[in-house]
């Protein structure tokens, strides 16, 4: 399974950005999808997480600020990011599963990573 993911890029405090992400190559239906996100120095962090079924799971530091939605027929996430602070900077990595609905669990398929950078 590939993800292959864009959106990412500079933009100012208070803006927004929309991140996709879509899985191709897979033999069975992904089952949850989103973004994890990592900056520099830190763990790896939940953004949000949707499942096929359109359940979803938001981070902390996110809640409020960003939408999660899925295309189930292309197999595609969008996430949508509004009220950017400086703290959100970090490389955003999409992730997918379809071995279960687990949406705590481990992960099997990761993109590369796109960056978003905010500036104060």
């Known amino acids: 399974v590939q993800l292959q993911a864009s959106g990412g890029g500079l933009v100012q405090a208070g803006g927004s950005l929309r991140l996709s992400c879509a899985a191709s190559g897979n033999r069975f239906a992904i089952n949850v999808m989103g973004w994890y996100r990592q900056a520099p120095g830190k763990e790896r962090e939940l953004v949000a997480v949707i499942t096929s079924g359109g359940r979803t799971k938001y981070g902390d530091s996110v809640k409020g600020r960003i939408t999660i939605s899925r295309d189930n027929a292309k197999n595609a996430v969008q996430m949508q990011m509004n009220s950017l602070k400086p703290e959100d900077t970090a490389v955003y990595y999409c992730?997918?599963?379809?071995?279960?609905?687990?949406?705590?669990?481990?992960?099997?398929?990761w993109g590369q990573g796109t960056l978003v950078t905010v500036s104060s």
């Open positions: 992730c997918a599963k379809d071995s279960n609905y687990d949406i705590d669990g481990r992960y099997e398929y």
